[in-house]
Structures are given as C-alpha cells and as structure tokens.
C-alpha cells in the first residue's frame, strides 16, 4: 500500500493509536480502492465479507424502507463502514454510495479477525465508532415518521438538540406531578403509565401502555402543565428525549403530538384507553421440564392467522448469526449494541415475536426477560408450585412490573383442569390460560388472550329475560364465533357460567332450564333474613355446577356480585362456580346473602347489572359482544292502589271476582326483584356503548318471574341475535377471523 495512504490509515478509528507493528500488519493486508462520486461501494444484502475504511473523500449511507432507498448517515473521512456486517457475518445492513471521490481501503474479514485477536482494545475502539451509527439506523424510521426529515444533515442536527436515553425494566422515566419540558419518543421497547387518584393515594392505577414507534408525555408540548402520571419501563426501552423548544422548531412534529392526543382522548372515552396490544412474548419455564418449546410451537401455529411470527431462542440466534456467544451478550458490550439493533428490526418486520428463555438461568434467559412486552410463565399443571420458587425470584427481580399470564399444560387425555389455585396463590399472574398441547382451540384461545383480540361475551341479569342468552350463544355457535371470554351478572352469571363449563349452548340451556321453576327456587321462610330459606336455589346451582372452581375453567369467566359491606361491585375470578352464582343472583329481601370473609353479598345487579366496563379492563381490546336481557322500554303497569295498604285488605279484595277488584299492586318479590337492578338501568345504555356489538331483545312484557316461558325466550334470542349478526358482518367476520380454530 502506499505511504500516503499509510499514514492516512493510522488516522481511521478505531487503528489511530495501534502500535507500529500492528499498523504494519494493516498496511500488508488492505486494499486500496478510489471511488468516483455516485459509485456503489456494496448494496444491502451483500455478504458481509470485509472492512471498508474510508481514507478520504464522503460516502452516503442508505436503507431500503417502503420499497425505496432513505439516506440515514453520511460518513466523511477518516472512518470505518460496514463494521456490523463484518461482526455478524451477516448480510449488509444498508447501501452505501460514494458522493464524493473516494478512496477506500478494504481489510478483508480473515484479517481483520487476527488483528482483533491480536490486539483486545480494538473491538472496545470499534464499538464506540459503531454506536453512533446503530442508533442512527434505529432512529431514521421514528424521526422520519415524526419529522418528515429524511436528509442526513437534518437527522443530525435533530440529534444534537435530542438526548438518547435507555431505560432498564422497571425503571421510572418521570414521576406524576414532575415539571414537564419534554416529549419522549420511543424507539424500542414499552413503558406503563401509571396515575395515582389523588396525592397520597396507596396505589397507582394503570391507565395505559405505550409501545415502540408512540410517544410519551406529549401533554407537555400542548399544555406546559406538570405530569399528570408516572411513566415507567416494563421492559428494557430506549428513547429519544424531544425538548419542547426543539418540537416547537418543527411544526410536524407539533401536528403528530396533537392527532395522538386526540386518537387517545377517543379511545378512553370508549373504555379502550390502554395502548397497544402486546406483540414480543418471553416464554419461561417455571420449573425443569416444564414443556416450553411444545408450548412454543402450538402458540407459533396459532399466531400465523393474525401475522408473521419469529420465534428466537439460542439456536436460532447463532444459526443467524457468526458473532460468538451473541445471546450472552452483557449491556454496554458492543455485541448487545448488535442483538438490540438485529431485535428492533425483527420487531418491525414481523407482528409477533416469541423469545424462548433457557432452562436455567443465563445471561439470555435474563435478556428475554427485560425484552419481552409479557411474561408467558409456563408449567406443568401435574407438577408443584415449589419447584418454580427459584426462578420466579429470579424474574420478580429482573422484570417487577412486567405483565404475566400463567399457561398451564395438562395432558391431552384431560379434559377439565383441576388444582389451579395451588399455582395461582404461588404465582399471583395477572392472567392464567389452561392449554393441552394437542388441543387447537384451546391453543388459539391462548394465542387471542395473549394477542387482546380474544372474543368477550358480556350478558346482563334479568330474571327470566335472560334466558334470551342462551339463544345468542347458540346464534354465535352457529355464525362459526367460538367465544373466548364471559362475563355476567344474575341470570347473565348463572348462563355464562355453565357455558363456560361446558362449552356448549345446548348444556347452558339444559342446565339453565333447572332454574325455571319458582316454587323450587323460593321456598318460602320466616322472613326475617329473606322470603326464602334459599335451600332450593344452593341445591340447584351445586347440581348444575358439581364441584367446578373458576380458576379451573377453560374458558376465562367472572361473575359480579354487590359487597353490600364495602358498597361496591365484587368481581368473583376464583372459588367454586355455584357460589360465585348464588352470590351473584342472591336478591336482597328474596333470596338470602351470601356471607364471604365476613361481608355481605348479594345481586349483582344492585351495582352493575352489565358488566361491560369490567370484562373490557379484565380481557382487553379484542371483540366484546353484550347481550342486554332488558326491552327497549320499561312497560307501565296501570297498578291501583292507596298509601296505606294492608296484607289482609289486599287478600280479600283478590278473593273477588276480577272485575269487581279494587286494588292492582306489585307483590313483594316483584318489588324487590325490580328495585335490585332499577339504579342500573339508569346505566345499562351507557355500559353497553362499551361494547362492539351490543345485542337487545323485544322482552317488553316479559316479566323477572316469568320463568314459564322459557322456549319463548331462548327462541326469541337466537332469533333476535342472529338478525344482528347478520346486521353486524363485517364484526362478526371480524369476530370469526379472531377465532380460527384449526
């Protein structure tokens, strides 16, 4: 090589400072290239088979985004290009093309390879030249989103007045009540945000999640006000600090702020203020044996309906990749700069990605961990919960405010699970899901909970209206919707809950019709508690549920009954089905309480007979359809009768002949049956706008008691809901391409 050149080579990061010798061993392997402006040095895709050093003159950095060519970086000389590929082994990450006369030198990678052995310092020398470069990549999609730049210089100068920031799992980006200067974009990564109800309150609620590609804390570019939530990292992220005096220089950006303030303005006043569906799951294995790579495999399967799916584990990282022991790479360490850049494209070109922790506990295990947007905890429901104490240490440690969800596996012979409890006392996820590995559909219920598109069935209480939802589970049945999710309150809880069990329409109706007949299910007492001794409804709800427990069924089910010791809404998620029911239909003054850990419960409808509201925060953002039991009008009876009003004048004036009677007054249990829900009403319109199809029935007429006509009432629902599914297609196709069972 020539001496001019030489001396021009010592100057290039990271060979400025080698000594002599190793300078010499450069000189002997580089080749020299002169570029003219406008030529390709190597296009993405290329093998990434050697070092390009740029020794004079400018090259022009580009990707290909959108199916055309967008420059992210200009390089001036003296410079390294093409570093990663080289690392990685693997094909070019982008196009890179001379725009001014260039001269090169090229070290081939074998070369390259003994001087790194040779000389330790130089990959230390390299990283810190390659990191610029690798957020730089990372950002030209965000900022082109944000601030329509896609010119080099613009990009840097935006980058000089921005600050990148990497936030671990679990740290806190702002408090609420923090000044605000600042919008935060996210490049990678997903943040919770969190508000407290009033200064000193115990808890913060969460309100809402915020994905790669969104921003954060925009609310201080509009407003100037202080933070009105804390914002913290449920897994590793990393952000772009946007000072408000640099978006103010940028009217785009100032424009895109405003539209995502008002989309999300919209989907809290919906009910669906929560962000983003999850799309990166860490699969762990909470003891050893537990079946994670079956799981993986069945979960994979049932994913492709909705998107293209990676699953990553060890093996397939160095099946991609030449870098040594690249999934144990540490932070700070020039490989982790590599896998974090390798994962942010994965994350854009595909919709879901599946990272498979180790069996024990490794450096990849705990990187799977913090990268995740869930924890998907899987277990063999045969084993104990003993076995998983050291690795829930483990991960309460590395991700403490990461969503979890529990998938118990049992054997495919089985058809009930049985022993949840045990897992969940141990565990406390914030969801579990039963899976027999050979079993489809469990499998693409488990794939549409973990994905928010599971399909929820919310159905109201209403006496002996609400048999009309046994016609709606037989229309959806046969309009192909297998339902994921219920949720209900009363007669809403009784129905859901045996279909839930069973899975079945047709079992739902045979055990609800047990519930139809009055004289069985009041049996009259002494009232001084209730009118009935509540004998007859416990044994009809033990015979229609047998010994079956919440956490048990397959299906995801809760019920809503009415703390009247606390004065709010109980929602029942575990413990056996038949007295969460009992609770849940328990109507003060007919039916007596039910005592549970020293409160009082009755009827759910006292406090919130459609538990619209409740099932969207419980199951998330996928289809929710809601059966409301209720006519469209409250009909008036012409009743007839004075203030004072006695028992005995009453009896006597019934013994009458009809047309001579003086009096028309609602009995008792009327009375009390009609004024347990008579405050929800006022609500039920206004929950049901929650829903995405909202289902009523022409029960105008049809009274709480009337308990005789059930074929007319399951005939009206499957009638009536079979009309509005066919009204509704386009969400019921919807619905059905959620639901795929294969």
């Known amino acids: 090589m020539a001496g001019d050149d030489t001396g021009s080579l010592r100057k290039v990061p990271p060979f400025d400072g080698l000594p002599h010798e190793a300078v010499a061993a450069l000189d002997a392997a580089v080749r020299i290239e002169r570029h003219r402006a406008g030529t390709v040095l190597f296009r993405q895709g290329d093998p990434g088979d050697a070092l390009h050093l740029l020794l004079s003159g400018e090259l022009e950095v580009r990707v290909t985004r959108d199916g055309g060519e967008v420059p992210i970086d200009t390089v001036a000389a003296p410079a390294p290009v093409g570093e990663i590929a080289l690392l990685t082994g693997r094909p070019r990450s982008a196009t890179v093309v001379a725009t001014r006369d260039a001269t090169v030198g090229v070290l081939p990678a074998a070369a390259f390879a003994e001087l790194v052995r040779e000389h330790d310092a130089l990959l230390a020398r390299l990283e810190e030249a390659v990191r610029p470069r690798v957020r730089r990549t990372r950002l030209v999609?965000?900022?082109?989103?944000?601030?329509?730049?896609?010119?080099?210089?613009?990009?840097?100068?935006?980058?000089?007045?921005?600050?990148?920031?990497?936030?671990?799992?679990?740290?806190?980006?702002?408090?609420?009540?923090?000044?605000?200067?600042?919008?935060?974009?996210?490049?990678?990564?997903?943040?919770?945000?969190?508000?407290?109800?009033?200064?000193?309150?115990?808890?913060?609620?969460?309100?809402?999640?915020?994905?790669?590609?969104?921003?954060?804390?925009?609310?201080?570019?509009?407003?100037?006000?202080?933070?009105?939530?804390?914002?913290?990292?449920?897994?590793?992220?990393?952000?772009?600090?946007v000072p408000n005096e640099l978006a103010r220089r940028h009217p785009t950006f100032a424009l895109e702020v405003a539209r995502v303030v008002d989309h999300r303005a919209r989907?809290?006043?919906?009910?669906?203020?929560?962000?983003?569906?999850?799309?990166?799951?860490?699969?762990?294995?909470?003891?050893?044996?537990?079946?994670?790579?079956?799981?993986?495999?069945?979960?994979?399967?049932a994913l492709e309906p909705f998107g293209s799916v990676l699953r990553i584990d060890?093996?397939?990282?160095?099946?991609?990749f030449d870098l040594t022991d690249l999934a144990d790479a540490r932070p700070g360490e020039l490989a982790e700069s590599i896998l974090l850049d390798w994962s942010d494209r994965q994350e854009r070109r595909h919709d879901h990605l599946l990272y498979l922790a180790d069996e024990g506990d490794t450096p990849w295990s705990?990187?799977?961990?913090?990268?995740?947007?869930?924890?998907?905890?899987?277990?063999?429901?045969?084993?104990?919960?003993?076995?998983?104490?050291?690795?829930?240490?483990?991960?309460r440690a590395l991700a403490p405010h990461a969503r979890t969800s529990l998938v118990l596996a049992r054997p495919d012979d089985r058809d009930r699970p049985r022993g949840t409890a045990v897992w969940l006392d141990r565990?406390?996820?914030?969801?579990?899901?039963?899976?027999?590995?050979?079993?489809?559909?469990?499998?693409?219920?488990?794939?549409?909970?973990?994905?928010?598109?599971?399909?929820?069935?919310?159905?109201?209480?209403?006496?002996?209206?609400?048999?009309?939802?046994?016609?709606?589970?037989?229309?959806?049945?046969?309009?192909?919707?297998?339902?994921?999710?219920?949720?209900?309150?009363?007669?809403?809880?009784?129905?859901?809950?045996?279909?839930?069990?069973?899975?079945?329409?047709a079992v739902a109706e045979a055990s609800a019709r047990a519930f139809g007949d009055p004289k069985r299910i009041v049996d009259r007492t002494l009232p001084l508690v209730a009118i009935a001794r509540s004998r007859g409804v416990t044994e009809i709800l033990r015979s229609m549920y047998g010994d079956a427990r919440i956490e048990d069924l397959v299906t995801p089910y809760f019920c809503v009954?009415?703390?009247?010791?606390?004065?709010?809404?109980?929602?029942?998620?575990?413990?056996?089905?038949?007295?969460?029911?009992?609770?849940?239909?328990?109507?003060?003054?007919?039916?007596?309480?039910?005592?549970?850990?020293?409160?009082?419960?009755?009827?759910?409808?006292?406090?919130?007979?459609?538990p619209v509201d409740l099932a969207r925060a419980r199951f998330g953002e996928g289809p929710l359809i809601a059966s409301n039991a209720y006519g469209e009008e409250r009909p008036q009876v012409a009743y007839a009768?004075?203030?004072?009003?006695?028992?005995?004048?009453?009896?006597?004036?019934?013994?009458?002949?009809?047309?001579?009677r003086r009096y028309v007054a609602p009995s008792i249990v009327t009375t009390l049956t009609q004024s347990t829900s008579l405050g929800a009403h006022f609500l039920m319109d206004r929950l049901g706008d929650g829903a995405d199809l909202l289902v009523r029935y022409p029960t105008d007429g049809i009274g709480t008691l009337d308990f005789d006509r059930v074929e007319e009432l399951i005939t009206m629902g499957r009638e009536h809901a079979a009309r509005t599914l066919r009204e509704h297609g386009s969400l019921v196709s919807g619905a059905r391409n959620a639901a795929p069972d294969r």
């Open 641 to 660: 009768f004075p203030d004072e009003l006695s028992g005995w004048a009453l009896l006597r004036d019934r013994l009458r002949p009809k047309r001579r």
């Open 141 to 241: 999609g965000l900022l082109r989103d944000w601030f329509d730049v896609q010119d080099p210089e613009e990009v840097r100068r935006i980058e000089e007045h921005a600050r990148w920031v990497d936030l671990p799992s679990g740290a806190v980006l702002f408090e609420q009540d923090a000044p605000s200067d600042a919008t935060w974009l996210v490049v990678s990564g997903r943040l919770r945000v969190e508000r407290r109800a009033g200064r000193n309150a115990a808890e913060a609620e969460v309100v809402g999640t915020v994905g790669a590609g969104e921003c954060v804390g925009e609310a201080a570019l509009l407003t100037g006000d202080a933070r009105s939530a804390t914002v913290r990292a449920v897994r590793d992220a990393s952000l772009l600090r």
């Open 314 to 320: 060890r093996a397939e990282l160095e099946r991609r």
């Open 267 to 301: 989907r809290q006043r919906e009910g669906r203020g929560h962000g983003r569906p999850p799309r990166t799951f860490a699969l762990v294995g909470l003891h050893p044996g537990a079946p994670v790579q079956a799981v993986a495999e069945r979960l994979r399967t």
């Open 366 to 395: 705990d990187r799977c961990l913090r990268q995740a947007d869930q924890l998907v905890l899987i277990v063999d429901a045969d084993s104990g919960p003993e076995e998983a104490a050291p690795r829930l240490e483990r991960i």
């Open 561 to 610: 009954s009415s703390n009247l010791s606390r004065a709010r809404p109980q929602l029942h998620r575990r413990g056996p089905l038949w007295r969460a029911v009992r609770a849940s239909s328990a109507i003060p003054g007919v039916f007596t309480p039910v005592l549970e850990g020293g409160d009082v419960l009755v009827d759910g409808g006292a406090m919130n007979n459609f």
């Open 427 to 505: 565990i406390a996820p914030d969801g579990h899901h039963h899976l027999r590995l050979g079993d489809a559909k469990e499998a693409g219920r488990l794939a549409r909970h973990l994905t928010e598109r599971a399909v929820t069935v919310v159905l109201s209480g209403g006496g002996a209206r609400g048999y009309v939802h046994i016609g709606l589970l037989a229309a959806l049945e046969e309009a192909g919707v297998a339902v994921d999710a219920l949720a209900g309150t009363s007669m809403g809880a009784l129905v859901g809950g045996a279909y839930a069990l069973d899975r079945s329409a």
